[in-house]
């Protein structure tokens, strides 16, 4: 920038170097005393955020210990992982919660399922989905209640043929002008339900499992 | 005889019913003739005579300057009255140099004329120099100076002569009436030019909506071999040289360049009977044909009128204008130029004055451009033209030029299918003569920095001679101390 | 020296504002203002690492070369940034989860470099420092505005969730605005952003011209030479 | 007469003007706009009414703000027209408001701000129809059966009761048109053939007898009118005929890759608004280039994303979309595709001299 | 091979960086208001984003995940496509002078060209493999360059129309932008 | 563990900066722009009538200016619109022309009843564009006057006057047609 007036050393290679380098080592200490005393209350943050999202599918009132603290990861045949998380009191497992997704108009939709050892639904919540605003977004509980409409299902309440919207022949309602997107969540969380099903002796029995139980929190 | 298709072009209507039945007439003598020592391109001619002085009918009035100009000649025989500005035939309405000639009434021709009874035994060179005499120039509108064409041969491998009888322009009739009423001495000239140029091959071309002007012509030239008239359809601009040539040869003549250049020379018939009558009896261009007309006019008419002939002299032999006159205009309704008053004198290149009413005119208020694209298609030239007219509106001349602005013809085809009526033309006039401007004011720019540099040099020297001169001095006045004080010590 | 200060503040509002005049830090801008809230925290945050950055870059203007100016600058936004987004998380967590995402994107707001640039590398500590604030915080009015436009058109809402970013005594600036208003959509995604700044430029661009008319009209009597200045 | 000298020529004009080449267009669309009306009953005139008064209405209000000669520029019936053709892309029994706010935003956002006729660059019509359909799809989506000459139309009352009164449209008439019944039930695992059986009928389509907008219910009757402006040289045959083509080809080569999933050309080119676009839409003047061949790229181009959109995307009529999109490569168009001028080559330089020698020949 | 097809339309059409993302749009205000300036800003950036999409891979890959030091993923990757334009600034306005008086400014501004540091960043988010990376960051690209042209076409023609003074100049262009970003939408889907 | 941590976190970054910033300063020597080519590129296109009607002593100092950003593109008077236009492209910058309007072009014209001769304009003139010698009647050579109107001001019997030049035939041309095609608006509040 300045040319003629920069002294003769600034033009060499090594300062210019060292001058970057000089800052980068600066930044890295920075950052690396920044990340020392923010990184363990970043974590304990995020696992309260999790925890904030299951106790909305798993009443307090069925469990005595951690929700993180007895997770389970269960793999497909195909591979695909999910983790379980588990609501135990008295050493008993008394519900499981993960994650379910459909197709919804815009993509994909995720949701929270909770499910007690009966197989009974407690509660759905949508995790994320891309569906228009004003038309698909009603499956948000800030936006409508349509999604309490879940609590309480179990495969045979109702039956197959109920676990459609009403314009498929099924009981749960769609909103108007948009189909789509209530046929997915009810899809979806028909297919958790089945999920528990088939997996839920292996969610059900407790095995303790040192490695997920090492991260405890309020 | 095969013709190739030319893109774009228009059909206005031709209203060449108003004046196409009326035989040529010659116009009276008026009481004053204005002869402007430019009618031509190029440099303006000289004034060789005196006022007070009394001239005959074709003598030398102005003497042409350097290469590209032609002089002027006495109209009738008469006194000059003076020199001095007159309002020009020119839309600025801006005065000219003009030599104003009170006629004898005797129209007594010069006895220095040189007639020729054999035109083709004459060198070419000296045909060019007999019609540069004459003051020819184009009468097809252009109005360059004829004989700088007929020499074309020196530098150009010509093998083609076109003549222009398309009369493409709605409502004129001035060449049509020539060709009908003196196809012969029309084909003579044409013949001449012909030997002048050396080309071995002669086409005339007229367009289709003049039928007795093409039977005419081609009475006239069964004689000759080398001479082919041919119809040819039409449509605006076909008269227009380079479309032309192409639709008679389908040869495109490049950008920038002269049809020429692919072995062509285009003459118009009004020229071609000039040259006629300058080479056979020695006379001079000092009268022409022009059509009067436009439904303002009373009686529509083609006459043969001296140069210099106020227009009002020509309107009132018509029987004047009405009152719905809304415009008035030299040449045809496509090209023509308005006129800032009657006053004005006709020129070399006035084939026509129109008195043309409202509704002939038919234009609107203008409005915005919807990008019909009709001047699109309408364009013979495969220019934008709404695109070019919204760059210089928006001042981005440079981007009119990038875009084709000096290969614009100025026909009017665009602007007169526009149904926006934008005055598109007119934006293309104006930006070409802004760009002329400014092409002279950087001239004349590099001119004064050369100007600048040369003084600044100049002073600089003066300085530095003077310090010299100084320092010698000095030099000198120190070595006469210091001989001075070695004397002094020496002694 | 007032006058100096004073400049800086003006420039930093309005008349070189970094959205409306210097037409910089448009992708925040137009990416978190479908509300106001969003376009508050953000403009915040934003002004925040632009005071700290002034104060970074104008204590190591004399030692920067121009081959590595560049760099240098991105290198102490960058961990400026980094740090302001590892200490929200940590220790203002709910804040942190309404603008997360956002924080990141302040490293890339041309704006900060350009200020760091044009004005930081060249001023005293004191002025860079008062040319960030003024500067975020003219982002953050652009921000607040565009947002409270968006949001009122799209949902007839403003500074919805309010309470989440600022906490619980600010849940009076939420309001709804209109009972049941169906909503239009279109605001709220990507092409209302742009057509509802464009409006807003030209609302500004009305507002300016009334302003100097009337500063001409008020100026014009008692200096008529000077007319047209204004 | 100094007035006389400030005019350059041409001092003739053909007879042609802005109001003229719009009143043509509106004769070319006013069979289809009736017959459309007689199918869908009163709603479908209030909706119509209303959407056309308040273009003209706006045109009114900007051009008075602007201070533009309101009456000369209001005279050349484009705001007219933009509205006409925005009504004939809406479900007819929308309510009212739809209209109004559609109105507003084709000539207020997409017109008059970039100054008014000729200044847009994109076709007003269609931007206030795209951002209908994004701000309020249940109401752009929702169509009913053409009932009119079923006679079971509602009368006068009922009608207001259905476009201002916000009243719930009767099920009984609501249904899909035939694009988004396909999509529909291709988006459900169906098949072409299963979703087109019994809904698919070109020459109902051709007639009119289906739901969807008013223009594009009496298919034939646009084309007829389309066919009349090309033959009265308002506009060119190279949009229409490129975009039907390039529609057309696109959706034969898919078909025979799969006719499970792909429908084929004759569903294509009749159903939804390919025939009002092609003749129309895309062929609106101030948007599509100024050339010929830019022309033909431009209804080719239309042609093309009108089929991605309705095949790949999720709306199942593209035809907005796809206008659009080309009138935002219309300038690129312009700038890259020009005619020859004469004397030059196609890339500008003059062209070089013929062969003196060969021409002697 | 289809897949690949597949996400780079994507990029380029429906997630637009520029219409969708919200990326980048400084440059595209900047520097499209002519059709020759926006292709060679274009292209520049296609070079850069590429480049730093790559190398922030490699980055992310080899040195941050290994050594886990996902906080200084920021620091380093802006490190990176800062030195690179630095080095392509220094390199255009060597060997073609022309085109760096028409990138002004904008050149070293690739640095804060948001779009670059977020299509890195994103890469991480979506886990992307190397060439999913370098496809990513050839389609924001391209898509960058895309509407970056058709916006400066757009641009030439307003220049050229009559809009009311309220409006010229950047409102207009905004107003321009919106209606192109409508249009765009109708890609939503796809892909 | 951690100690690992933060020195390979130190140790990468140090080593990341060092190899970029010697790569930046190896390609700011090789890659390296000779001098500003731009202030000749600005005075070559000024008019170079060193007239000093902008302010600057001469067109040198006024391309300086120009280069360095100190002075608008529309401050050469002789220049007029079209050398502010070309400046504008020049510099990238954007400026309304609407304001600089192309004034009147004058040339000096000198009476020559009142001339004294006293060569005090003779020397002023920055283009010699005056003729004449000591005690004998001057004139102006038009073509070379760049109307800066030195001599104008020098001249002790203000015999010479500033005269617009008029247009003839040759140089007259249409203007630009009214803008009434297209209201521009300018009636809206701003
Ligand atoms: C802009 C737009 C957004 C849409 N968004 C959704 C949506 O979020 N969810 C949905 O189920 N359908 C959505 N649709 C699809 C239509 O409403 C579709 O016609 C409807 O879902 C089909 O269901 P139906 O059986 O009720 O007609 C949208 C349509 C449009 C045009
Ligand atoms: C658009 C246009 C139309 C023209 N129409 C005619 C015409 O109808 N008749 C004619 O003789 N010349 C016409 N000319 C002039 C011819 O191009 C050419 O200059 C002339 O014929 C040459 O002959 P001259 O030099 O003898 O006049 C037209 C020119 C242009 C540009
Ligand atoms: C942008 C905009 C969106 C509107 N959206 C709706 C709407 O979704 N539903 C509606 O009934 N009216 C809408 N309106 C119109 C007014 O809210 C209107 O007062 C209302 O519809 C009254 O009709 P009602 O009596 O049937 O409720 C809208 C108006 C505007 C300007
Ligand atoms: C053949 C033709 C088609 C037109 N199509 C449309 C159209 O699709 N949408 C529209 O808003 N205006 C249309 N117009 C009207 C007019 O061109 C339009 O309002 C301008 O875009 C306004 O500047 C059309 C006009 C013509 C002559
Ligand atoms: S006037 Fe020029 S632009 Fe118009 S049609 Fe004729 S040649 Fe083409
Ligand atoms: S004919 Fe007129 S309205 Fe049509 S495109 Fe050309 S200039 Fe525009
Ligand atoms: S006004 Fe123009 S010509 Fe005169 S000195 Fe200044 S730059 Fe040179
Ligand atoms: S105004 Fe006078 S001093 Fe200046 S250039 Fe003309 S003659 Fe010379
Ligand atoms: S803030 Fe994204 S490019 Fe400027």
């Known amino acids: 920038m300045k040319g003629v007036l920069e002294p003769r050393f600034r033009q060499r290679i090594g300062y210019q170097a060292g001058l970057l380098g000089g800052f980068a080592a600066m930044a890295a200490a920075l950052l690396m005393m920044g990340n020392l005393g923010t990184s363990d209350s970043i974590a304990q943050r995020q696992q309260e955020d999790l925890v904030a999202s299951l106790t909305q599918v798993i009443p307090t009132a069925l469990y005595d210990e951690s929700l993180l603290s007895n997770n389970l990861v269960i793999t497909s045949s195909e591979g695909s992982a999910t983790t379980v998380y588990r609501a135990v009191r008295n050493g008993q497992v008394t519900a499981v919660a993960y994650e379910v997704s459909g197709a919804g108009y815009a993509g994909e939709i995720r949701l929270l399922l909770g499910v007690d050892a009966g197989g009974k639904t407690l509660g759905v919540r949508v995790i994320s989905h891309a569906e228009t605003p004003g038309l698909g977004d009603k499956i948000e509980l800030a936006k409508d209640d349509w999604i309490l409409d879940f609590n309480g299902r179990s495969l045979d309440n109702p039956d197959d043929a109920g676990w459609h919207v009403r314009k498929d022949g099924g009981i749960f ?3 108007s002008g948009a189909t789509i997107t209530p046929r997915a969540v009810v899809a979806a969380v028909h297919e958790g339900l089945r999920y528990f099903r088939v997996h839920s002796g292996e969610m059900l029995a407790r095995i303790p499992d040192p490695a997920t139980n090492a991260v405890t929190g309020g | 005889m095969k013709l190739f298709r030319i893109r774009g072009g228009v059909h206005p209507e031709d209203r060449k019913h108003l004046a196409a039945d009326q035989p040529i007439i010659d116009l009276p003598l008026p009481p004053l003739l204005h002869i402007p020592v430019q009618q031509h391109i190029g440099a303006a001619a000289q004034p060789a005579v005196q006022r007070g002085q009394h001239v005959h009918m074709g003598e030398l009035l102005a003497t042409s300057q350097g290469a590209i100009s032609a002089p002027v000649h006495a109209p009738t025989s008469g006194r000059i009255m003076g020199i001095g500005n007159y309002p020009a035939h020119h839309p600025s309405g801006l005065s000219v140099r003009t030599i104003t000639l009170q006629p004898d009434g005797e129209d007594r021709w010069s ?7 054999d035109p083709f035994a004459l060198e070419p060179a000296e045909v060019a120099a007999r019609v540069a005499a004459a003051g020819i120039v184009g009468m097809g509108g252009a109005t360059f100076p004829s004989a700088v064409k007929l020499n074309l041969r020196e530098r150009y491998k010509l093998h083609t002569l076109v003549i222009n009888g398309a009369e493409c322009e709605p409502y004129l009739t001035c060449d049509d009436r020539l060709m009908r009423e003196q196809a012969m001495e029309v084909i003579d000239g044409i013949r001449i030019m012909a030997h002048a140029l050396g080309v071995e091959r002669i086409i005339v071309a007229i367009e289709n909506n003049k039928p007795d002007a093409l039977r005419a012509m081609q009475h006239a030239a069964t004689a000759f071999d080398m001479l082919t008239v041919t119809g040819i359809p039409t449509r605006y601009p076909m008269g227009s040289e380079k479309h ?21 020379v285009v003459h118009n018939v009004a020229t071609a009977y000039a040259v006629h009558q300058a080479l056979r009896f020695g006379w001079p261009l000092v009268a022409r044909v022009v059509t009067v007309s436009g439904g303002a006019v009373a009686r529509p008419a083609n006459l043969r009128v001296r140069i210099g002939t106020p227009v009002s002299h020509l309107i009132d032999y018509c029987g004047g204008t009405d009152e719905a006159t809304a415009r008035l205009i030299s040449g045809g309704p496509m090209m023509g130029q308005p006129l800032p008053s009657t006053r004005v004198p006709v020129v070399k290149g006035s084939n026509g004055v129109l008195a043309l009413t409202a509704a002939e005119i038919a234009s609107r208020e203008p409005s915005p451009c919807i990008r019909c694209a009709s001047c699109v298609s309408a364009c013979p030239c495969g220019l934008v033209p709404l695109e070019m007219a919204a760059r210089a509106r928006a001042g981005d001349l440079d981007g009119t030029v990038k875009i084709g602005l000096m290969d614009c013809v100025a026909c009017g085809s665009c602007s007169y299918v526009c149904p926006s009526s934008i005055p598109l033309v007119q934006y293309f006039n104006y930006a070409k003569g802004e760009l002329a401007a400014r092409q002279r004011s950087k001239h004349k720019q590099m001119e004064t920095k050369r100007l600048a540099t040369q003084r600044s040099a100049r002073i600089e020297e003066q300085k530095r001679k003077k310090r010299e001169a100084m320092a010698q001095r000095k030099r000198k006045d120190a070595t006469a101390a210091r001989e001075a004080v070695a004397e002094e010590s020496g002694a | 020296m007032a006058g100096v200060y004073r400049r800086i503040i003006t420039d930093g509002l309005w008349s070189n504002n970094v959205v409306f005049a210097q037409l910089l830090a448009l992708c925040p801008l137009l990416a978190v203002t479908g509300t106001a809230t969003n376009g508050l925290g953000m403009g915040l945050a934003t002004t925040f690492v632009m005071m700290l950055s002034g104060f970074a870059v104008s204590i190591f203007r004399s030692i920067v070369t121009a081959e590595v100016r560049i760099p240098v600058f991105v290198l102490i936004i960058a961990t400026i940034v980094t740090l302001v987004d590892m200490s929200m998380n940590a220790w203002v967590h709910d804040l942190h989860k309404v603008l997360g995402l956002f924080i990141p994107l302040i490293v890339t707001n041309c704006a900060i470099l350009g200020r760091a640039e044009a004005f930081a590398s060249k001023k005293p500590i004191a002025l860079a420092v008062l040319d960030g604030l003024m500067m975020g915080l003219g982002f953050t009015l652009a921000l607040v505005i565009l947002g409270a436009v968006r949001e009122i058109l799209a949902s007839a809402t403003l500074f919805s969730n309010a309470s989440l970013l600022l906490g619980r005594h600010f849940a009076f600036l939420e309001q709804q605005l209109i009972a049941d208003y169906r909503g239009f959509l279109l605001v709220a995604l990507p092409p209302g952003g742009f057509l509802a700044l464009g409006f807003l430029l030209a609302a500004k661009r009305v507002l300016d011209t009334r302003l100097a008319r009337r500063a001409e009209r008020r100026t014009a009597p008692d200096a008529p030479t000077m007319a047209g200045a204004g | 007469m100094t007035e006389l000298t400030t005019i350059a ?11 003229r080449i719009m009143l043509l267009v509106m004769l070319a669309l006013a069979p289809a706009t009736l017959f459309g009306m007689v199918l869908f009953g ?15 209405l706006a045109e009114v209000v900007c ?54 006729i000729g200044q847009n660059l994109f076709n007003p019509a269609m931007v206030a129809r795209v951002a209908l359909l994004i701000s309020f799809p249940v109401e752009m989506t929702t169509f009913v059966q053409a009932a009119g000459l079923a006679g079971n139309a509602p009368g006068f009352t009922d009608a207001i009761a259905i476009t201002f009164g916000g009243a719930a449209q009767p099920d009984a008439f609501s249904s899909a048109t035939v694009l988004g019944h396909l999509r529909t039930e291709l988006t459900r695992g169906g098949d072409v053939a299963g979703a087109l059986s019994g809904h698919f009928d070109p020459w109902a389509l051709l007639l009119g007898n289906t739901a969807g907008s008013m223009g594009e219910t009496s298919a034939l009757l646009i084309l007829l009118g389309g066919l009349w402006l090309i033959y009265k040289r308002v506009i060119s045959w190279h949009i229409p005929l490129s975009m039907l083509l390039a529609l057309a080809a696109l959706a034969t080569v898919f078909h025979l890759i799969d006719p499970g999933r792909y429908a084929g050309p004759v569903y294509h080119v009749v159903s939804g608004a390919a025939l009002l676009g092609a003749f129309f839409i895309a062929t609106d003047l101030v948007t599509s280039p100024v050339t010929p061949r830019g022309q033909l790229l431009f209804g080719a ?6 089929y991605v959109i309705r095949t790949w995307t999720n709306y199942p009529e593209g035809v907005a979309f796809a206008v659009m999109l080309m009138n935002a490569c219309t300038p690129l168009i312009d700038h890259y595709i020009k005619p020859r001028i004469y004397g030059r080559t196609r890339r500008g330089e003059p062209l070089s001299y013929p062969d003196a020698s060969g021409d002697d020949a | 091979m289809g897949e690949y097809l597949l996400l780079l339309l994507a990029t380029v059409l429906v997630n637009n960086v520029v219409l969708v993302k919200f990326l980048g749009l400084c440059p595209f205000m900047g520097v499209s208001s002519k059709i020759d300036s926006a292709l060679g800003m274009g292209f520049a950036t296609t070079f850069v984003l590429t480049l730093a999409a790559v190398a922030s891979w490699l980055l992310e890959r080899f040195l941050l995940q290994p050594l886990e030091l996902g906080y200084l993923r920021i620091l380093t990757f802006i490190l990176v496509i800062a030195a690179v334009v630095q080095f392509t600034e220094m390199a255009v306005r060597k060997l073609a002078p022309a085109l760096y008086q028409v990138l002004g400014i904008f050149l070293p501004l690739i640095t804060t060209n948001c779009a670059v540091l977020g299509v890195a960043l994103l890469n991480v988010q979506e886990d992307h493999s190397f060439i999913d990376s370098m496809l990513y960051g050839l389609g924001s690209a391209l898509g960058f360059t895309l509407v970056m042209v058709l916006f400066a076409g757009l641009r030439e023609r307003l220049a050229l129309a009559s809009v009311p003074r309220a409006f010229t100049g950047t409102p207009i262009a905004f107003i321009t932008a919106g209606l192109l970003s409508l249009a765009f939408m109708g890609f939503s889907g796809l892909a | 563990m951690h100690e690992l941590e933060m020195l390979s976190a130190l140790f990468s970054l140090t080593t990341l900066g060092l190899v970029l910033g010697a790569l930046l300063g190896l390609a700011a020597r090789h890659l390296k722009v000779e001098g500003s080519a731009l202030e000749a590129e600005i005075e070559a296109l000024l008019p170079g009538s060193q007239c000093g009607q902008c302010g600057f002593p001469g067109c040198g100092p006024a391309a300086t200016a120009l280069a360095s950003g100190g002075a608008p593109v529309t401050l050469c008077p002789p220049g007029g619109r079209a050398l502010a236009e070309e400046l504008a492209d020049k510099l990238g910058v954007t400026v309304d022309l609407a304001g600089v309007e192309d004034k009147p072009v004058l040339v000096a014209f000198v009476h020559e009843s009142l001339c004294i001769g006293c060569t005090k ?3 002023r003139c920055p283009t010699d564009a005056i003729v004449g010698g000591p005690k004998m009647i001057h004139a102006v050579f038009a073509d070379a006057c760049t109307g800066c109107e030195q001599c104008f001001e020098v001249c002790p019997t203000e015999c010479i006057e500033m005269r617009a030049v008029q247009p003839t035939t040759q140089t007259w041309y249409w203007p630009k047609p009214a803008a009434n095609d297209i209201d521009d608006g300018r009636g809206i509040a701003a």
């Open chain 2, 111 to 117: 006895d220095k004329l040189t007639p020729c009874d």
């Open chain 6, 121 to 123: 304009c003779f020397k």
């Open chain 1, 173 to 175: 309602d769609q909103f």
């Open chain 2, 244 to 264: 032309m040539v192409q639709a008679l040869t389908g040869l495109e003549t490049p950008a920038r360049a002269l049809t020429a250049d692919i072995g062509i």
């Open chain 4, 9 to 19: 020529g041409p001092h003739a004009h053909e007879h042609n003007h802005v109001t």
């Open chain 4, 42 to 56: 009163w709603p479908a005139v209030l909706l119509f009414a209303v959407t056309v008064v308040t273009a003209v």
């Open chain 4, 63 to 116: 051009l008075a703000i602007a201070g533009r000669p309101v009456k000369r520029t209001l005279f050349d019936g484009s705001a007219l027209l933009t509205g006409w053709l925005l009504a004939m892309t809406l479900p007819p029994w929308a309510p009212w408001w739809i209209g109004v706010v559609g109105a507003l935003l084709a000539i207020v956002v997409a017109k008059q701000v970039f100054g008014g």
């Open chain 4, 301 to 306: 181009g239309c042609g093309l994303l009108v």
